[in-house]
């Protein structure tokens, strides 16, 4: 389906071009609908969009070093929410060793990042071993445990009501980012065969939030065989293939990884930054007015932030501009680096998100007057 040519209005000194060559000693802030898919304009400001002197209220960014908000949970149910809202949930899940019993979410399909550690997911489907950087997407209902090889920490975002599936890639074809050829599934083998068991076993259903157990006189992951199109998938960000412009700073959404009907969830990986002299190096400041932005930070520096570390994570409502700090922002504009090694997990989501009591020190206070020279 072809698109129709929008009109474009242009005010006072511009550039002519997005994200390039802006007027000299001015500030773009795009303000954009539909997650950087709908209609947007480009303003150019004398001053830093983010550049307040004061910020009160609940709109306010917040931060938060995830990496020591709980001690280890067996069941993923009691690892503690994050933000949510009806279409979604974000988790931080801490765990070691092998859980003792086995879990299904009636609520919508799991998204599990994992941020440490390594170990063996079983599931109805069979086995398949996962380590740092795997995203596994379990379809709603799937009967699964883990059994890691020491302590894990795993990022856990839920689709409420809906499921997980691949965005539309448009004019770059349907084998750009990632191939789906790269998606592992589980497998009927010997690790899945020996823990076929008589064994009493439990299965606690998550269903609109509260927990069901259902026992069996045996171990129900007893599958011999399966034929479909429904099943667990593993992608590592490593076979990600990020798409990239020389001229030009890609939005967000070019990042996209997973997506349900309320819920984008995307991958920032490792990748050239623009050499172009006149494109922006880094993401531009921007009011996405339909969406709030959750972002996990998973290694490396991430080149628009100052003091953000691998477990760290921020959130951005819907309501106000932000962008880039002014040092990383002087950095990037000086072409001092040829290249991100940033990984981060960013979570959009098109209803508004709630936030949930954390534990002492959990959040960055002073995160919201981070932009101040």
């Known amino acids: ?32 609908r539909e ?40 069941n993923p149910w009691d690892a503690p929410v994050i933000l949510s809202n009806a279409a979604t949930q974000i988790r931080m899940w801490r765990t070691d060793g092998a859980m003792g019993a086995l879990v299904s979410n009636a609520d919508g399909d799991q998204v599990l990042f994992v941020h440490e550690g390594t170990g063996h997911l079983y599931c109805d489907y069979g086995h398949m071993a996962f380590s740092e950087g795997d995203y596994l997407v379990i379809p709603r209902s799937i009967q699964w445990r883990l059994e890691c090889d020491g302590a894990a920490v795993l990022l856990m975002i839920e689709a409420t009501g809906d499921s997980f599936g691949l965005p539309e890639k448009g004019p770059v074809g349907q084998h750009a980012i990632f191939d789906s050829a790269i998606l592992d599934r589980p497998k009927i083998d010997e690790a899945f065969q020996a823990q076929y068991s008589e064994r009493e076993t439990a299965v606690m259903v998550k269903r609109r939030n509260v927990l069901t157990t259902i026992t069996y006189p045996f171990n129900p992951l007893d599958a011999v065989g399966w034929h479909g199109d429904l099943c667990v998938q593993r992608l590592n960000w490593r076979d990600i293939r990020p798409l990239i412009s020389a001229r030009y700073h890609l939005a967000p959404s070019a990042h996209t990884t997973w997506l349900a009907d309320r819920i984008v969830i995307g991958t920032f990986c490792p990748r050239p930054i623009e050499s ?36 760290m994570s921020t959130y951005h409502p819907s309501g106000f501009s932000h962008g880039p700090h002014p040092e990383a922002y002087r950095i990037a504009m000086a072409h001092a680096r040829s290249e991100t090694d940033e990984v981060a997990v960013m979570v959009d989501t098109r209803d508004p998100l709630d936030l949930h ?14 932009w101040k020279e």
């Open 357 to 370: 009591e954390l534990s002492d020190g959990a959040e960055w206070d002073g995160y919201v007057n981070s």
């Open 35 to 74: 997650g950087f898919f709908g209609p947007a304009s480009h303003i150019h400001h004398t001053h830093p969009p983010t550049s307040w002197s004061t910020f009160e209220g609940p709109l306010q960014p917040r931060a938060f070093n995830l990496t020591g908000l709980s001690s280890p949970q067996g």
């Open 1 to 32: 389906m072809k698109n129709r040519i929008p009109p474009a209005w242009v005010e006072g000194t511009a550039s002519r071009q997005a994200h390039c060559d802006l007027p000299e000693g001015t500030y773009e802030r795009e303000i954009g």
């Open 276 to 311: 172009d002299p006149g494109a922006l190096k880094l993401p531009f400041y921007h009011a996405n007015t339909d969406y709030d932005e959750f972002i996990f930070y998973h290694r490396g520096q991430f080149f628009s932030r100052d003091n953000i570390k691998p477990g």
